[in-house]
């Protein structure tokens, strides 16, 4: 989410506020392809980022369910899967566009 609030707010991305490690490393790489070869490599770069957060956005997710024994935490999981499954759609929407 906070890559979407920085691209919104910026019309860019800072690398330097996505430090999670699990996104880090695909955002530099973006911005470096970005930055090299400006055109119709663009659109692909695009893609790859995209289709990436759309997944990395529910994985996590999908490996947290079967570890989960209390009601409370499988609750509060459901309502964060809800979450991410609306953000994933949005990636996706924005895939559909870049294409």
Excluded at 36 to 56: H, N, Q, T, W, Y
């Amino acid at each position: 989410m906070a890559f979407l609030q920085d691209l919104s707010a910026h019309g860019t991305v800072n690398r330097d506020v996505h430090t999670n490690p699990a996104l880090k490393d695909r955002v530099a790489q973006w911005l470096d392809a970005k930055a090299k070869s400006p055109g119709p490599r663009d659109a692909a770069a695009d893609e790859s980022l995209l289709s990436f957060l759309k997944v990395a956005c529910q994985s996590d997710i999908a490996a947290a369910q079967p570890r989960l024994t209390y009601d409370y935490f499988e609750r509060k999981l459901a309502v964060e899967q809800r979450a991410r499954t609306q953000i994933a759609g949005l990636f996706g929407k924005i895939i559909e566009i870049v294409k």
